[in-house]
């Protein structure tokens, strides 16, 4: 089954305004990613938060982290038009054993109107 | 320094034929994995290199799959022969020696389209 699931599939903003997404998850975990995609581009990482941590912050980019509900958010503050892109959180889960590997939501698609 | 880099950036082939995928990691990175998303699906982890060791290939859909990474260095996927649902974008990432449960780099992936 999906370990990670993400909300809403789809979020269109006016420029200026705040973007939250959230991404909710199964199994207990050892860090979660959050990545962003550029139409037709690559993966470009942009936040790894811990299971020990609740809050990190990145220029406009404000991370949570709530190990008890299993679920993370994604806050990017005063968006912009070249914040639009696809947004993908991702677990690397205690069941991974040591590989690592990371377990990919279905995404949201963050649209920023100029 | 360099990220990741893959090749070719696209590639159009027909079913039954072969083809590579190659990926070249950020230098020094022992870490190396391979995802791959097809069409309205999410993106999914295939394999896990460490140095040139395969530690975790649960994630390879079938034999017509083959990964290498011979010297530690790049790595390659073949998929012999494709087939029509192996259509998708291909991934490759990497992460430092001791790194397996830290930031994974990215490239920007092989678009492959079997007709």
């Known amino acids: 089954s999906q370990q990670g699931e993400e909300d809403p599939q789809a979020l269109s903003i006016q420029e200026g305004e705040n973007a939250t997404m959230n991404c909710s998850y199964k199994t207990s975990i050892n860090n979660l990613q959050w990545y962003r995609q550029n139409s037709g581009r690559g993966l470009v990482h942009l936040i790894l938060?811990?299971?020990?941590?609740r809050e990190k912050h990145s220029g406009r980019l404000r991370v949570t982290l709530d190990t008890s509900k299993k679920s993370s958010s994604l806050l990017i503050t005063a968006s912009r038009a070249a914040d639009t892109a696809s947004y993908f959180c991702?677990?690397?889960?205690?069941?991974?054993?040591?590989?690592?590997?990371?377990?990919f939501g279905q995404g949201t698609t963050l649209q920023v109107k100029p | 320094e360099a990220g990741v880099t893959q090749f070719p950036s696209h590639s159009v082939i027909e079913k039954g034929q072969t083809v590579t995928l190659r990926c070249d990691p950020i230098?020094?990175?022992?870490?190396l994995y391979w995802y791959r998303r097809v069409m309205g699906k999410e993106i999914k982890f295939l394999l896990h290199f460490v140095k040139e060791s395969k530690q975790d290939e649960s994630g390879m859909p079938n034999n017509r799959f083959l990964a290498e990474r011979t010297g530690g260095t790049y790595s390659t996927l073949k998929v012999q022969p494709a087939e029509l649902e192996d259509s998708g974008v291909y991934f490759c990432?990497?992460?430092?020696?001791?790194?397996?449960?830290?930031?994974?780099?990215f490239g920007p992936g092989t678009r492959l389209l079997v007709l």
């Open positions: 230098s020094g990175h022992d870490n």
């Open positions: 938060i811990r299971s020990n941590e």
């Open positions: 991702a677990t690397d889960a205690w069941s991974s054993g040591n590989t690592g590997k990371l377990i």
């Open positions: 990432a990497s992460s430092p020696f001791g790194g397996a449960r830290e930031t994974q780099y």
